[in-house]
């Protein structure tokens, strides 16, 4: 049986967290090997996404991200609500964009995903979202390599954020063509919107971590 309003999610209408995710103001900071993909996620569950991004599509990409080949040299924000309204039609796909670059002047919103690259954006990212005191909700840090993927979360209630904080001098660098999976970038996406739909319907009680090593298999969950 199909129920009516659930204009195609029907599948998971019955989940807890379904009702308060139906058009729930959210940010997706960083629309590239994990943004991409949890913006469509978003979407596709019902969530209002805000997806922001100041960097174009270009080959590289493609391999990577929730992209097609008519996003080449197109604003990655702007490209990715594109083809989200192909999949989903443009009357689902509650997706809005900002084509420039975070700032720490922006105000967040209290519930916010961090999807950039380099440690000192996510840093002031962090900080924004801190700034909002007793308004912030839930901060979820996606990371990635090509076999590995993180997870980090902080509440209001919870936050030891820093702990797993470093100068980008610090970071592993990896090889240019061993950086980014669709695979392992989908995965950390459905990661961090499994850890938000269980803060939405579990009494807030999310990890702290998820960390998932793909060359042997293994996870660990703090």
Same mark, same amino acid.
């Given at each position: 049986?199909?129920?009516?309003?659930?204009?195609? @999610?029907?599948?998971?209408?019955?989940?807890?967290?379904?009702? #308060?995710?139906?058009?729930?103001?959210?940010?997706?900071?960083?629309?590239?090997?994990?943004?991409?993909? *949890?913006?469509?996620?978003?979407? @596709?569950?019902?969530?209002?996404?805000?997806?922001?991004?100041?960097?174009?599509?270009?080959?590289?990409?493609?391999?990577?991200?929730? $992209?097609?080949?008519?996003?080449?040299?197109?604003?990655?924000?702007?490209?990715?609500?594109?083809?989200?309204?192909?999949?989903?039609?443009?009357?689902?796909?509650?997706?809005?964009?900002?084509?420039?670059?975070?700032?720490?002047?922006?105000?967040?919103?209290?519930?916010?995903?961090? $999807?950039?690259?380099?440690? @000192?954006?996510?840093?002031?990212?962090?900080?924004?979202?801190?700034?909002?005191?007793?308004?912030?909700?839930?901060?979820?840090?996606?990371?990635?390599?090509?076999?590995?993927?993180?997870?980090?979360?902080?509440?209001?209630? #919870?936050?030891?954020?820093?702990? &797993?904080?470093?100068?980008?001098?610090?970071?592993?660098?990896?090889? $240019?063509?061993? #950086?980014?999976?669709?695979?392992?970038?989908?995965?950390?996406?459905?990661?961090?919107?499994?850890?938000?739909? &269980?803060?939405?319907? &579990?009494? &807030?009680?999310?990890?702290?971590?998820?960390?998932?090593?793909?060359?042997? *298999?293994?996870?660990?969950? #703090?």
């Amino acid at each position: 049986m199909v129920l009516e309003g659930t204009t195609g @999610r029907a599948r998971f209408s019955k989940a807890e967290w379904f009702v #308060k995710m139906q058009n729930l103001d959210v940010i997706v900071i960083g629309a590239g090997g994990i943004g991409s993909w *949890l913006g469509h996620f978003l979407a @596709r569950a019902g969530a209002k996404p805000i997806i922001q991004d100041m960097d174009l599509y270009d080959i590289n990409n493609i391999g990577g991200q929730l $992209c097609t080949m008519d996003s080449l040299h197109k604003n990655k924000a702007e490209s990715l609500k594109n083809v989200v309204d192909i999949m989903l039609g443009p009357q689902n796909n509650t997706m809005s964009y900002i084509p420039h670059e975070f700032t720490n002047e922006q105000v967040l919103l209290p519930i916010t995903f961090c $999807c950039v690259d380099s440690m @000192r954006a996510r840093r002031t990212i962090y900080d924004s979202w801190l700034s909002l005191g007793d308004d912030r909700e839930i901060f979820i840090d996606g990371r990635m390599g090509a076999e590995a993927s993180q997870v980090f979360t902080a509440t209001k209630d #919870k936050d030891n954020y820093l702990e &797993n904080w470093f100068p980008d001098i610090e970071a592993d660098v990896a090889p $240019c063509a061993y #950086k980014a999976t669709s695979h392992i970038g989908s995965m950390t996406a459905s990661y961090m919107m499994n850890v938000f739909t &269980n803060y939405l319907s &579990n009494d &807030n009680r999310v990890p702290d971590s998820i960390i998932y090593y793909g060359e042997d *298999l293994n996870m660990e969950i #703090k």
